[in-house]
C-alpha cells in the first residue's frame, strides 16, 4: 500500500509541450505539496495546499499550476516546458497541525 | 530569504563512529525542525522530528536543538554503511506554513 503515489515516475518530453504529474495520497492528511529537487539534490517548495487554500512560492514560474480534484490528489500541470524545468518533482503530505511530511517516490522530469 | 544550510560534505566516518551532522536557520519564527534520510535515486525519508530545545533520542539517532544559536544537528551512533545516504535539514515555520530545506550532507560510512 503506497502512502504517497506520484505517476510517472519518468517524463521525457520536448521544450514546449505542456504535461502533467499526478499525485494521490491515502494516509488522509489534509496538507499536500510539490517539491522541486535540482541536481545539486536542493529540494524547493512550489506549493502547498490544505483545504482549497494554495500557498505558492512566489519564484515558481506561473507556467505551474496545481489542481486538486479533492483531498487526496494534488496533480502538477506545466505548461510550455522549459531546459531549466528538468528537474525531480516530489509531492509529498502532512496531517493538519504538523510538519512531517511523507513523499512520494518522485518524477524525474527531462526536457530536451 | 529564510534559510537552512547545513555543511554539504561529503561526510565520511568508519563503521561504528559517531556522525555528527549540524544545521543552522535563518528564520527565529521557526517552531519544528527535522532531519531526513535520502537515499541516491529515492525520495526523502523523515527519520527525526523535533520541537523544543535540548535532545531527542531514537535508537542510534539523537537530534539537539537549541533556538538561542538556532542550531540543530543530528547524531547517528554505531554508523552502519546502510547510513550511507544525504541527510536533509528542514525547518517549519509555520506562519508561511512553509517546511524549508537545506542543501543535504552526503555522509558515506566506510567498512
Known amino acids: 500500500d503506497t502512502a ?11 521544450m514546449g509541450n505542456d ?86 517516490q518522485g518524477t524525474r522530469l527531462t526536457v530536451v | 530569504q529564510k534559510e537552512v544550510e547545513q555543511n554539504s560534505g561529503p561526510l565520511s566516518v568508519p563503521e561504528g563512529a559517531i556522525a555528527s551532522l549540524n544545521c543552522t536557520y535563518s528564520d527565529r519564527g521557526s517552531q519544528s525542525f527535522f532531519w531526513y534520510r535520502q537515499y541516491s535515486g529515492k525520495s526523502p525519508e523523515l527519520i527525526m522530528s523535533i520541537y523544543s530545545n535540548g535532545d531527542k533520542e531514537d535508537g542510534r539517532f539523537t537530534a539537539q536543538l537549541n533556538k538561542a544559536s538556532q542550531y540543530v544537528s543530528l547524531l547517528i551512533r554505531d554508523s552502519q554503511p546502510s547510513d550511507s545516504a544525504t541527510y536533509l535539514c528542514a525547518a517549519w515555520t509555520g506562519s508561511a506554513r512553509q517546511l524549508t530545506f537545506g542543501s543535504g550532507t552526503q555522509l558515506t560510512v566506510l567498512p
Open chain 1, 19 to 104: 504535461k502533467s504529474i499526478k499525485c494521490e495520497q491515502n494516509l488522509g492528511h489534509d496538507t499536500m505539496y510539490w517539491y522541486k529537487q535540482d541536481s545539486k539534490k536542493f529540494l524547493k517548495i512550489m506549493f502547498s495546499y490544505n483545504n482549497k487554500e494554495l500557498i505558492i512560492n512566489e519564484t515558481v514560474p506561473n507556467r505551474f499550476s496545481p489542481k486538486s480534484p479533492d483531498k487526496a490528489h494534488l496533480n502538477l500541470h506545466i505548461n510550455s516546458l522549459e531546459l531549466g524545468d528538468s528537474a525531480v518533482y516530489f509531492c509529498a503530505s502532512s496531517p493538519t497541525g504538523t510538519a512531517e511530511a511523507f513523499f512520494g
Open chain 1, 4 to 14: 504517497v503515489s506520484q505517476t510517472p515516475k519518468y517524463l521525457v518530453t520536448q
